[in-house]
């Protein structure tokens, strides 16, 4: 999900404060992102019970080719692109003057949604890109379940 937002040209800036960062959502940022690692990690750790196989002499798993490249292409570019659209997005997202105009009440394009939506955007990103990092590895070490975490 691409959010396009921009710095407000008539808004009120605290005289006293320069455009710093919003520790509260900086703190709620990294607390989502361990988060999300912590639950990455316990996905990777899952083991399905085997199913007993009909024959004994199963090969290993085949080499990449075919279509499975451009998966595998997807795969690998999936947390590039995302990871380029929050970088572009976050200091925007992370500024206190920012926050001041968005909670600022008395304006008129004051949107109460605004304030949960920007949040939940912002942590649902961070786990998109945590599992979209996941995925490479599920892809790359030929998981049984990675078909099913897609």
């Known amino acids: 999900m691409k959010m396009i937002l921009s710095r407000p040209q008539n ?8 455009d710093t960062i919003n520790w509260p ?6 607390i989502s992102f361990l988060f999300f690692i912590f639950l990455s990690i316990k996905v990777y750790q899952y083991n399905p019970s085997k199913q007993p196989l009909a024959d004994k002499n199963v090969t ?13 292409a997807g795969i690998l570019f999936s947390p590039i692109f ?11 997202i992370l500024s206190y003057n920012n926050w001041l ?3 600022d009440t008395t304006q008129e394009t004051f949107n109460p949604f605004q304030v ?33 975490f897609i």
């Open 11 to 18: 808004h009120r800036i605290h005289p006293q404060k320069k």
């Open 25 to 30: 959502l900086f703190i709620l940022f990294l």
């Open 60 to 72: 290993p798993g085949k080499p990449i080719r075919g279509w499975l490249i451009l998966l595998s």
């Open 82 to 92: 995302i990871l380029r659209d929050l970088w572009e997005t976050l200091p925007i």
């Open 101 to 103: 105009v968005i909670a």
């Open 116 to 148: 949960p939506f920007i949040i939940l955007s912002l942590m649902l990103n961070t786990a998109i890109i945590i599992f979209s990092a996941l995925n490479i590895f599920l892809f790359f070490m030929k998981k049984r379940y990675f078909p099913n």
